[in-house]
């Protein structure tokens, strides 16, 4: 394992925290009806998300799924804007327009979240061509649940980024449902050894709950493509906390509460902090860090309130790049 | 000015759009070998390949046979930086990748907000009317039409089609080009100077005065042909040819029709929900009071396309057709009976 500068190591502590208490709040929010619709949030799969983001740089690409929050936020996005977002205001990183399936900020190269599961996978594919096609340097990472790993567009994007050697990472956050159903139940076989098929590193992650083991293989993968070696596919085991949206709740007992339990004792940020302190941070710098990610949500909070539902009159912008042709 | 046909009209497009600007890079399959013919000389298909030899492997990509990914991937790189050309070689497999189509292509831009940028092309090829079977003679652009987000080209001239695509590529929206095989081989004078067509702009292909023809790809021809045979009656027909069928010229076809009072409208679309009823529907809804006679729609009927070349030819507006149709709106009395599926 690489030796991590303390700034990294609090960053991703900051960020995790930072994803907890948004979609916390955000799910708090929603049963409140003060977000209208619903959000999925990624509590639980913080350090998977964290990981995975933080081996990527500013300038690389990433493409999301429904369970959206997390990774804007890991990417670094402001947390007002993105909860602004979520209630629909003016002043959201879309403006309004996309809400909280939609989430994108190009800014920090957060392509777009997708509401429809597998559709942006090919999405980073193409950034990863991009960026081959004019040699800049960055790499691009595509988010999908393991429901998303029996999507046959995965397949395309992969044939075509490992014969195309592009700077792509594939990476299966597989928290072991798909809604209501079992990965086991629909998926033939492991995921990760799905890349060998096509020539490229399956790398498992057994220990998606620990940030660092996360960010090693990310890492890794991110080298790989750096370097102009190609594709990797990670699968990295992790597991939600909540329903599989906020407000759900299925009939059905799918989740039993033992397996539930096991994973609660596993807690990405509980684990992270014990490791921290263990590298010297000081109880009262790690209190600060949790202090600092609640503040920053009130504060997106009250930056979301303050702001304008969109007017009507801008309802057909950026339908193009023209007005004139709207009908 | 030379003469170019259709086909040579859209390569030369491409060759200019290339050399015009780095990002533009072509993707498709069998696009390095010219297998469809626009990525080989400015003529002809004769000099194969020279794309190739000319731009190379990073910017004339062969693609596996995986529409969904392949335009997936292309709005992924048309939102970081490139602005590629699809080449799709049939409408038909437009259907494979209907996802990124409705989904990423046509929503990404509103989504986000207006931070993405989709400036892609999507060239495909309508085969109808040459006996390939039920698969692979669509004419799918009225889906698309159904889409927001999505710009929409089926030029008919080889000068629309080298101008429009010029136009198509330099656009930040995402645009669809359906190119008709019947018109292929169609050869007229076309600048050999770059030219652009401004998307949503119609042509008026004849001018006239008693009746307006809407017609679209391969029955722009068709109309035209109609009107000539329609003059000699001393029936004068005006044939505007959209061109862009999103954005609509609205004006266009709204002047004409104010002006001739009768309103044909002739595409080889099936007829629900097609361009033709769209246009109908505009004209009976803006300029009601200007009509004299009833909207006729001659399109292909709501059916397969079958196989047999003695059934086929009777599926798609003909200049018998269309000819029917003016002299019903006019009152002159029918020629004969023309099997006319509608
Ligand atoms: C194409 C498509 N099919 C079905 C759905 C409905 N749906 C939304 S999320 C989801 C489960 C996705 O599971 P997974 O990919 O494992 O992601 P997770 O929710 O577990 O993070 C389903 C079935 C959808 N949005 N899109
Ligand atoms: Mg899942």
Known sequence: MAELARDTLREMQLRMLRIRAFDERASKMVKRGHIPGTVHTSIGQEAQVVGATMALGTGDYMSGNHRSHGHPIGKGSPLGPLMAELVGKATGVCKGKGGSLHLADFAVGSLGESGIV?????????????????????????????????QGVLYESMNMAGVWALPMIFLC??????????????????????????????????????????????????????????????????????????????????????????WLRKDPIVLFRQYL??????????????????????????????????????????????????? | MTVMSYLGAIGAAQREAMDADERVIIIGEDVEANVYGTTGGGKSRSDKGDFLQR????????????????????????????????????????????????????????????????????RSAMFYGLNTGAHHSDRPYPMFMNVPGLKIIAPATPAD????????????????????????STKEDVDENEFWVP??????????????????????????????????EGVSVEVIDPRTLVPLDRNAILRSVAKTGRLIVAEPAHRTCGAAAEISALVAEEIFDSLKAPIIRVTAPDMQIPFSPSLEKQMYPTRATIAAAIRRVVDLPALQPVATAV
């Not at chain 1, 980073?124 to 429901?147: H, R």
């Not at chain 1, 600092?292 to 057909?316: C, G, H, N, R």
């Not at chain 2, 429009?164 to 019947?182: G, K, Q, T």
């Not at chain 2, 042509?203 to 000699?232: N, Y």
Request: net charge negative; with cysteine; glycine share 8%.
């Open chain 1, 118 to 150: 597998g559709s942006s996978i090919p999405i980073a594919n193409g950034a990863a061509l991009s960026s081959k096609v004019l040699n800049n340097g960055k790499v691009a990472l595509a988010f999908f649940g393991d429901g998303a790993a029996n």
């Open chain 2, 199 to 232: 998307l949503g702009v119609a042509r008026t292909a004849r001018e006239g005065t008693d009746v307006t023809v809407v017609a679209i790809s391969s029955s722009v021809p068709e109309a035209v042909a109609a009107a000539e045979e329609l003059a000699k």
């Open chain 2, 55 to 122: 731009y190379g492997k990073n910017r004339i990509r062969n693609t596996p046979i995986s529409e969904e990914g392949i335009v997936g991937a292309a709005a992924g790189a048309a939102m970081t930086g490139l602005r590629p050309i699809v080449d799709l070689s049939y409408s038909s497999f437009l259907y494979m990748a209907m996802d990124q189509f409705v989904n990423q292509v046509a929503k990404n831009r509103y989504m986000f907000g207006g931070q993405a940028s989709m400036p892609v092309v999507f």
């Open chain 1, 173 to 262: 956050e597989n928290n072991q449902y798909a809604l209501s159903t079992p990965a086991h139940t629909v998926t033939s076989g492991i995921i990760s050894e799905r890349a060998a098929g096509f020539g490229m590193p399956g790398i498992k992650v057994e220990e998606g709950q620990d940030v660092l083991a996360v960010y090693d293989a990310v890492s890794a993968a991110v080298a790989r493509a750096r370097a102009g070696d190609g594709p990797t596919l990670v699968e990295v085991m992790t597991y939600r906390y909540n329903e599989h949206s906020e407000g759900l709740r299925l009939g059905t007992d799918y989740r039993n509460a033992d397996e539930r339990e096991a």
């Open chain 2, 161 to 184: 089609a080298k101008g429009l695509l010029r136009s198509a590529v330099d656009s930040d929206d995402p645009v669809l080009s359906f190119e008709a095989c019947l018109l292929w």
């Open chain 1, 277 to 327: 302190a263990s590298q010297g941070f000081s109880e009262e710098e790690l209190d600060g860090l949790q202090a600092t990610a609640l503040a920053e949500v009130d504060a997106a909070v009250a930056f979301s309130d303050a702001s304008p539902y969109p007017d009507l009159s801008v309802a057909f912008d950026d339908l193009y790049t023209d007005k004139e042709s709207a009908a």
